[in-house]
């Protein structure tokens, strides 16, 4: 298991890498300049004045300098300094990434809490008028835009209920992105929940004497996580790279939010420094939900 660990721990550096070059290539090339990006759309701003300020920020020399240069101050821990707030740019991502990662938990959370009870429920039901509803609603979960879903949320129970805050607050965010984790385990859980009921040691077991709570939670449920697992750290690996959408929606402080405005604004190093930090916590998620196979499933070895 630690070797395994060790091989994938460094097959993590040159994914990072090749991330970096091609976000830092594809920065470049979409329209815009970020000089210009800093000063009003009627600012009387001369060329001269444009020039000396893209020559401070670094902007006038070759892309393959520029990458060398930035790539040289991440490794010595330094992400730059925002073009726009003139912030240093690890202080921006350590103060963004904490509710980025409060929001992905509790979505997570909130989906599994609703996932679990209700995909057993659809897979001992199987084909009853419970399993139809369910599996219909879990589709139009996965369906409803997640966008359009916030924007709803926030008109019923903020804007017309008065029961929770638009703004500042984790319940709304939360339950929008719930929903569509819920709709996605749902299904999922169901799916394998199903396959495993049919298999051949559940007869075994049923015959032994066992009761059916019991094979369903020792033996049913715990191999059908572990496709439901592999699910799930996609989906939370994904929200703690920054949940776009609902972070728009709600203006929540997060990753998502703040990769929007620096790609806005064409700050090339914020952008830069939050793509790597989603790139490192998804493959870290990833190498989590690979270590949990081991323990759900004695059967899985690691070569």
């Known amino acids: ?7 994938r721990s460094l097959q993590t550096v040159p994914v990072l890498f090749f991330v970096s070059i091609a976000v830092f290539a594809s920065l470049h090339l979409v329209p815009g300049d970020p000089v210009n ?12 004045a444009k020039i000396a300020l893209r020559k401070q920020l670094g902007l006038d020399r070759p892309l393959p300098a520029q990458y060398l240069m930035w790539l040289e101050r991440v490794l010595e821990g330094d992400f730059g300094t925002s073009i726009t707030s003139q912030r240093p740019v690890g202080w921006l991502v350590q103060a963004a990434w904490p509710r980025t990662g409060e929001l992905a938990v509790t979505s997570l959370g909130v989906g599994a809490l609703v996932a679990v009870p209700v995909g057993v429920l659809l897979a001992t039901r199987q084909g009853t008028v419970w399993d139809v509803l369910g599996s219909a ?9 997640t ?31 719930g929903v569509g984790i819920a709709a996605i385990l749902i299904r ?6 199903i396959h495993q009921l049919h298999a051949e040691y559940i007869r075994t077991a049923h015959a032994k004497g066992l009761a059916e709570r019991v094979v369903l939670v020792r033996h049913v449920l715990r191999n059908a996580l572990v496709g439901t697992v592999t699910v799930s750290g996609w989906i939370f690996g994904y929200q703690l790279g920054g949940a776009v959408v609902v972070e728009r929606v709600f203006a ?6 703040l990769t929007v405005n620096a790609i806005y604004n064409r700050d090339y190093p914020v952008v830069l420094a939050t793509i790597l930090v989603f790139a490192v916590t998804y493959v870290f998620v990833n190498l989590v939900v690979d270590v ?4 759900l499933d004695p059967r899985v070895r690691y070569a």
């Not at 609603?137 to 835009?145: D, E, K, N, Q, R």
């Not at 929540?252 to 939010?257: A, K, R, V």
Request: charged share 10%.
């Open 137 to 145: 609603t879990a589709l139009l979960g996965i369906s409803f835009p």
């Open 188 to 193: 999922t859980l169901r799916a394998d929940l």
């Open 252 to 257: 929540w402080p997060g990753i998502g939010l």
């Open 37 to 48: 990006a800093l000063f009003p759309p009627n600012a009387s701003v001369t060329a001269d």
């Open 1 to 7: 298991m630690a070797r395994f660990v060790m091989y």
């Open 147 to 177: 966008f359009a879903l916030g924007i709803l949320l926030m008109l019923v129970f903020a804007i017309r209920l008065h029961w929770v805050p638009s703004l500042d607050s984790i319940v709304l965010p939360a339950l929008t992105q």
């Open 292 to 295: 949990a196979y081991g323990v």
